[in-house]
T-cell receptor
Framework: DAGVTQSPTHLIKTRGQHVTLRCSPI?????VSWYQQVLGQGPQFIFQ???????GRGNFPDRFSARQFPNYSSELNVNALLLGDSALYLC??????????????FGPGTRLTVT | GQQLNQSPQSMFIQEGEDVSMNCTSS?????WLWYKQEPGEGPVLLIA?????ELTSNGRLTAQFGITRKDSFLNISASIPSDVGIYFC?????????????FGTGTRLTIIP
């Protein structure tokens, strides 16, 4: 079975630009979460979506937004990029069927570099 | 943002040695998860714990959900070279309606030849 997939794998942007990152969850998973991982730290929660609705938001500015599509894939958008937005952006999906666990499965991430 | 306290920060061990690391929080969690991350990759789930006091094994890995629900422990027995990486604990309060994972600061495991 395919795991969580993310695109692109690497991205270089300039300050002030906008970026869109994409994620496809594991088949059958309806919940998608986004995390930011700065070098040397653990991942930090950004958003969680379930059935196309935002269910949770971390402590990130309004420059960060996301959405989920009918096929449960998701996009993370970041506007007005800052140097500090350089990080590995991780997408995770979680089973939501009855009896499904609470574990989240991560994709390989998108490495964003802002220059 | 909040991160759980994970210790030790790094470990240098010889192949064959056992490893222990722990994670503590000031808040209660309903689920504890342990992940391993290698350079340039996403975290890979190792063990999930759902009940206070639970002890769960996955091969050479054993993890425990602390009785207070504020801590968790991971042990690796007879370490091998492929155990090298960064280990993260993560807490989940899903039963409280919040699916956000809060991660620890990570333990970097290095095996000395």
């Amino acid at each position: 079975d395919a795991g969580v997939t993310q695109s692109p794998t690497h991205l270089i942007k300039t300050r002030g630009q906008h970026v869109t990152l994409r994620c496809s969850p594991i088949s059958g998973h309806k919940s998608v979460s986004w995390y930011q991982q700065v070098l040397g730290q653990g991942p930090q929660f950004i958003f969680q979506y379930y059935e196309k609705e935002e269910r949770g938001r971390g402590n990130f500015p309004d420059r960060f937004s996301a959405r989920q599509f009918p096929n449960y894939s998701s996009e993370l958008n970041v506007n007005a990029l800052l140097l500090g937005d350089s990080a590995l952006y991780l997408c995770a999906s979680r089973p939501t069927l009855p009896g499904g666990g609470y574990e989240q499965y991560f994709g390989p991430g998108t490495r964003l570099t802002v220059t | 943002g909040q991160q759980l306290n994970q210790s030790p920060q790094s470990m240098f061990i010889q192949e064959g040695e056992d490893v222990s690391m722990n994670c503590t929080s000031s808040s209660i969690f309903n689920t504890w998860l342990w992940y391993k991350q290698e350079p340039g990759e996403g975290p890979v789930l190792l063990i999930a714990l759902y009940k206070a006091g639970e002890l769960t094994s996955n091969g050479r890995l054993t993890a425990q959900f602390g009785i207070t629900r504020k801590d968790s422990f991971l042990n690796i027995s007879a370490s091998i070279p492929s155990d090298v990486g960064i280990y993260f604990c993560a807490g989940d309060r899903t039963n409280f309606g919040n699916e956000k994972l809060t991660f620890g600061t990570g333990t970097r495991l290095t095996i000395i030849p």
